[in-house]
């Protein structure tokens, strides 16, 4: 019988997004809640010609174009199908195994799969009890990492949390561990406003990522973008799958940034009723996570996972993160428009009723610290 790689036999399944979510409010993947600008549906209608379809894809051409946008030279990008693929193209250039990775804790699932998958071991180091990454022990984990600490991952803002480490803390790292690859995943990059991409050209050692996936609404299509100095991406594309990007993915892009001004627009309106939403929590003393993404963490208490069936049953997707154990009660809700926003706290302050009149107690107090199961029967 075929045996895969002990590494893979050990591999932990990931949990990509459930199914049949077509149709509901989904506020789970911290996607787009409303889609891409028309001109970008408009502009993959005309490319599919079956002609062109024929052909392998293309890259020059858009890879100047995206370069401009990003304002990097071509050299300094490489395309990927999507910021996933990005994170294996990492692990496919440079981890043996038995390297190491040193990740926050939590964070972002896939850098540890693909990573796990290469044979590597990781090192977590938790964000203390206020949500803030302790630099020191961040340093300690890479420089006390044996074999040395091979890369570190930082998704900034960070997902669950939606917590942004300081360019100060970051360029700690940088400096630090110059012989560590250090990855800025900047998924949220739309919503946060903040970056460190120019400084692929001061750190030999620094990959910047960036996705289409979310504020620009493309998660369908798989199209993401690595940056790093000219050195460290000629590296990288020794190991590229030629084509990991198909034709249709890159014309979206291109049509995507010529209408960036409608993501813009977006992020916008998202980061308003993020404020809005984070004060409803407020004012029912819910604890949640400030966040500088298009998402929020909020603690709810045991009942998590009741309350997200309960969202599900009406047609509102949240994701639970209960399966963490450092995170059992904790749900992170994807920010989407105004309306949707309203209809989420609407749908919650429902709930609250209901189990308020079934309880006769502040329910959401109840929440926040120990409720059980069985009030929601
Ligand atoms: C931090 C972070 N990076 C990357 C991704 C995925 O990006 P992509 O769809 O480009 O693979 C996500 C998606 O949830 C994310 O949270």
């Known amino acids: 019988m075929l045996r895969p790689r002990e590494a893979v036999r050990l591999l932990k399944k990931y949990r990509p997004p459930m199914e049949g979510r077509a149709g509901k409010l989904r506020l789970d993947f911290n996607e ?28 020059e051409e858009g890879r100047g174009a995206l370069a401009r946008y990003f304002n990097v030279a071509p050299g300094e990008m490489l395309l990927t199908n999507g910021t996933d693929d990005a994170i294996k193209l990492i692990t496919d250039t440079f981890v043996d195994p038995g390297d190491v990775l040193v990740v926050p804790a ?23 009890e206020d949500f803030r990454l302790p630099l020191d022990r961040l340093l300690q984990a890479i420089n006390q990492s044996r074999p040395a600490g091979r890369w570190v991952a930082l998704a900034n803002p960070n997902n669950p949390t939606g917590t942004m480490l300081p360019k100060k803390d970051l360029a700690a790292v940088l400096e630090a561990a110059p012989r560590t690859l250090v990855l800025v995943d900047e998924a949220y990059f739309d919503f946060s406003g903040e970056t460190v991409l120019p400084w692929i050209r001061k750190y030999p050692n620094l990959a910047v990522s960036r996705t289409f996936s979310k504020a620009f609404g493309l998660a369908a299509l798989r199209m993401g973008c690595l940056f790093a100095s000219e050195g460290l991406a000629d ?27 409608a993501v813009r627009r977006y992020a916008r309106d998202v980061r308003a009723n993020l404020e809005v939403f984070s004060k409803w929590l407020e004012s029912r003393e819910i604890p949640y996570v400030p966040s500088r993404a298009n998402f929020v963490l909020t603690r709810v208490g045991e009942c998590a996972p009741e309350i997200a069936r309960r969202l599900r049953e009406e047609g509102i997707l949240v994701r639970d993160w209960s399966y963490d154990p450092h995170l059992r009660g904790y749900l992170r809700f994807t920010i989407g428009t105004r309306e949707q926003t309203r209809r989420l706290i609407e749908e919650l302050a429902r709930m609250e009723h209901r189990m308020d009149t079934h309880a006769g107690s502040h329910v959401w107090r109840n929440f926040v610290s120990y409720s059980p199961t069985g009030w929601f029967a």
């Open 106 to 128: 939590p964070t972002f699932p896939v850098f540890q799969f693909f990573h796990s998958a290469a044979g590597g071991r990781t090192v977590q180091v938790r964000f203390d």
């Open 235 to 261: 590296d990288l594309r020794r190991a590229q799958n030629p084509f990991a990007v198909n034709a249709l993915a890159l014309a979206a892009a291109l049509e995507a940034i010529r209408h960036h001004s």
């Open 32 to 59: 787009n809640t409303v889609g891409c600008a028309p001109e970008v549906a408009r502009a993959l209608r005309r490319a599919l010609v079956p002609e062109a379809l024929a052909r392998y894809p293309e890259y």
